[in-house]
């Protein structure tokens, strides 16, 4: 597509039950990230994707929290028994390359995750 | 432990003058270093990206310099119109890594 798509923009939940995020990424970008924004703050990477694999998963908070990706193409973000210090901006990039690349990410315009 | 600093505190300017932001990082030895934009209810918008071997890089009414004896970058909006008004973030990425690591930003008005 144009530009990284994301959904829902807004999702209202209960604590205690499960959502799912989407992204779906400017095709043919190999590389796909997951960062999260809370009010005020800067940006906390959460996990990277090269293809369908996820090298690098070392910013996700707890085992409640998982991603996946398929067909080297959409990813979902699941957050099982949901927190409320869990509010906020779930961001989804891609970008044409990955380890070691020097291009610029292409932002998604988020979903602002409110846990009440 | 790792540290990339921006000021805070939003900085308030007249339109036409120049609009300089700093990004100071410790404990880091990056490869590259880019700054985004970042308007409200929006995700950021790529801008610039520079080199660790690169001193200035320019793009229309953009400058960015990078320091890696300082450890710092600073990015320079010349002739700023109220629509440059937004939240400007730089970014760091490691030799070889893999994500980028995000200062958390300097909020910029620029009044007409």
């Known amino acids: 597509g144009a530009g990284v798509s994301q959904s829902p923009s807004n999702k209202v939940t209960e604590k205690g039950k499960d959502v799912e995020l989407r992204c779906d990424p400017i095709s043919g970008h190999t590389a796909l990230y997951w960062y999260r924004q809370s009010l005020g703050q800067g940006l906390e990477f959460l996990i990277y994707?090269?293809?369908?694999?996820?090298?690098?998963k070392s910013g996700l908070p707890s085992d409640r929290f998982s991603a996946e990706r398929t067909g080297g193409s959409v990813s979902t973000l699941t957050i099982q028994r949901t927190q409320q210090e869990d509010s906020a901006v779930y961001l989804c990039?891609?970008?044409?390359?990955?380890?070691?690349?020097?291009?610029?990410?292409?932002f998604g315009s988020g979903t602002r995750l409110t846990v009440v | 432990s790792q540290k990339i600093e921006q000021n805070s505190e939003a900085l308030n300017i007249q339109e036409g003058k120049t609009a300089t932001l700093t990004c100071n990082y410790t404990?880091?030895?990056?490869?590259?270093l880019q700054w985004y934009r970042q308007d409200p209810g929006r995700g950021p918008v790529f801008l610039l990206l520079?080199?660790?071997?690169?001193k200035e890089k320019r793009k229309e009414r953009l400058k960015v310099t990078f320091d890696t004896t300082l450890k710092q970058s600073l990015f320079h909006i010349t002739a700023s119109q109220p629509a440059d008004s937004a939240t400007y973030l730089c970014?760091?990425?490691?030799?070889?890594?893999?994500?980028?690591?995000f200062g958390g930003g300097t909020r910029v008005l620029v009044k007409p």
């Open positions: 520079i080199r660790e071997n690169e």
């Open positions: 970014a760091l990425i490691k030799a070889a890594g893999n994500k980028l690591t």
């Open positions: 994707f090269q293809g369908n694999s996820a090298p690098d």
């Open positions: 404990n880091y030895s990056p490869a590259y």
């Open positions: 990039a891609s970008s044409l390359g990955g380890q070691g690349a020097s291009y610029g990410y292409t």
